[in-house]
């Protein structure tokens, strides 16, 4: 693993695909990535991009986990993210004693200290989850480690092959438990292409109304589609995170719906390692990138006469803590 201070070219923490610097912007308020995988990265090392997200401002991070996909071992995957916070401890400290240091922040935990897990089935996992009880106990068995504080993510994905039935019957059932055990859940909401109605967001609101919506709070992760879109989930108390797609040069409908949003149910996340933000759209995504997409936000609702720039990022900051229970 290379050090930490190996990754700070011409110190900066970011670079285009050619390598020039692109300056990370000055935290106003300590960042929080409420979604982000550090478990499929193809490039980067998980620890140190804990370890630069950390410099970047960001003081809370969520991972997902897929006891169908990238995690089927609850006790190993603990083991691992255990290890991941303290190799990213350690270098934050030898960064520390060359004179490189996190945003300070008072009051805050350091990130380190703020590393949390959710555990649920994608909707690409719905026919294992159904078909395999294991997977099921695993699940559960996810719930009780300490570091996970909910479920997530789950929901409906109309782009891929799982049928439909299959996904609203594994959704249905990861949303009763959430209920069930009132604990904050992440969902994925995905429509089929050329789906002016919109179903797979449709089919969930269906669910929601039906089982009812756990008060610990309900969050669509990674939110790509417009305010109309929006509004229901709204109406409904979710949260309504946003991540690098809203910065690209055509979303322009996913940047009117986060403007709609009301401000007291705005998220921030990455998704990483998917969706880097505008100016490095097409690397691999990390969580410290989220400084980008806040950035953004603050912008366009500063535009916009909705808020300040810090209070978008006092208010980002305080709704991730609110919904994770933290």
């Not at 004179?99 to 200290?113: I, K």
């Not at 990861?174 to 992440?186: F, H, I, K, M």
């Not at 756990?214 to 309504?240: K, Q, W, Y």
Request: hydrophobic fraction near 45%; charge should be negative; include cysteine.
């Amino acid at each position: 693993m290379p050090a930490l201070l190996d990754t700070l070219a011409q110190g900066e923490l970011f670079h285009t695909k050619k390598g020039r610097p692109v300056a990370c912007p000055r935290a106003l308020a300590p960042i929080a990535d409420t979604h982000g995988h550090l478990t499929v990265f193809r490039q980067h090392d998980p620890a140190l991009a804990i370890a630069r997200a950390a410099l970047a401002g960001v003081r809370l991070m969520a991972v997902p986990l897929d006891p169908t996909e990238d995690a089927k071992d609850p006790a190993a995957s603990a083991e691992q993210m255990d290890a991941w916070v303290r190799e990213a401890r350690e270098a934050l400290a030898v960064a520390a004693d060359a004179g490189v240091e996190p945003p300070a922040f008072s009051d805050v935990p350091p990130l380190v200290d703020n590393v949390w897990t959710l555990a649920g089935v994608h909707p690409y996992g719905a026919g294992d989850l159904l078909a395999d009880p294991s997977r099921w106990d695993a699940l559960l068995a996810f719930l009780e480690q300490p570091r996970c504080l909910g479920i997530g993510e789950i929901g409906l994905d109309y782009h891929c092959d799982v049928p439909r039935e299959v996904q609203i019957e594994a959704f249905r059932r990861q949303l009763a438990l959430a209920v069930e055990r009132d604990l904050p859940v992440e969902l994925h909401l995905r429509d089929a292409d050329d789906d002016p109605a919109a179903l797979a967001h449709a089919d969930a609101l269906a669910v929601m109304d039906e089982t009812g919506l756990p008060a610990a709070g309900v969050d669509l992760h990674c939110f790509t589609s417009g305010p109309a879109v929006l509004r229901p989930f709204a109406e409904r108390g979710c949260f309504i995170a946003f991540g690098g797609a809203m910065t690209f040069k055509n979303s322009e409908d996913i940047r009117d719906a986060m403007l709609s949003c009301p401000v007291g149910q705005l998220l921030s996340e990455t998704d990483s390692p998917y969706l880097a933000p505008m100016p490095l759209r097409g690397q691999e995504c990390e969580p410290a990138m989220v400084a980008l997409t806040v950035a953004a936000m603050e912008e366009l609702r500063a535009d916009a006469g909705l808020d300040e720039p810090r209070a978008t990022a006092a208010a980002l900051w305080a709704n991730a803590n609110r919904f994770l229970g933290r």
